[in-house]
Each structure stands twice: as structure tokens, then as C-alpha cells.
């Protein structure tokens, strides 16, 4: 079973960016998809963005034009840059990566967006 590793998360003021990674204990191309997905109290795990095995990418309506999931085919990292934050940003945010119908999550990062 793959094994993620997260960095990247904190505090950031409105507008401002951040970057996440996800280093990945296989490489890229034994998943499926990797993805991005975000968690904010008392709701549900949302997806946020996703690349797949061939490198398709796809974003939900709100983070669309903001952020960018890429990958580094060398490193075993995704990375998922976020631009022009807003506080509707704030979660909790897990790397993702999809197999064979099984899901493996990394351990989460927090994202604050806040003045």
C-alpha cells in the first residue's frame, strides 16, 4: 500500500498563496488518479482537484483558475498551488490516491485563511 506525505499547509492572509505536496512512497504512474481533497468541520471530504494516470487534471467549479495540481514523475510529488486564498478556503486538506478502487489518504494538512 502506498504511503503520502503532506507539507506544505498554515496560516495565510487573504490573496495570498500556498503551496501543498504529497510525496508518494511508489511512483505516480502505479495510480490511477491522485487528488486533492478538502475537509471542513461537521461536512464532508470534498475533492478539490485531481490528475489522472495520464495526466488530465480536473478542478471543482470554486478553485478554477485559482489553484494548479501538477506532478513531479521524478520525485513521486504532487503539489497543488493556491492563489488568491479566500477564507472559504479554510480546511482541512488531504492528498489522495486511487487504485484498483482503493483509496489511501495522506495524514491532512490545515489550511487557515484569515487577516
Known amino acids: 500500500q502506498v504511503h503520502l506525505v503532506e507539507s506544505g499547509g498554515g496560516r495565510v492572509e487573504p490573496g495570498g498563496s500556498l503551496t501543498l505536496s504529497c510525496v508518494a512512497s511508489?511512483?505516480?504512474?502505479?495510480?490511477?488518479?491522485m487528488a486533492w481533497y478538502r475537509q471542513v468541520p461537521g461536512k464532508e471530504r470534498d475533492i478539490v482537484a485531481s490528475?489522472?494516470?495520464?495526466?488530465?487534471?480536473g478542478y471543482v467549479g470554486a478553485v478554477k483558475g485559482r489553484f494548479a495540481i501538477s506532478r513531479d514523475i521524478a520525485t513521486n510529488t504532487v503539489y497543488l498551488q493556491m492563489n488568491d486564498l479566500t477564507s472559504e478556503d479554510t480546511g482541512l486538506y488531504f492528498c489522495n490516491d486511487f487504485i484498483g478502487g482503493q483509496c489511501t489518504w495522506g495524514q491532512g494538512l490545515q489550511v487557515t485563511v484569515s487577516s
Open positions: 490528475i489522472t494516470h495520464d495526466g488530465i487534471k
Open positions: 511508489r511512483p505516480l504512474a502505479t495510480s490511477e488518479q
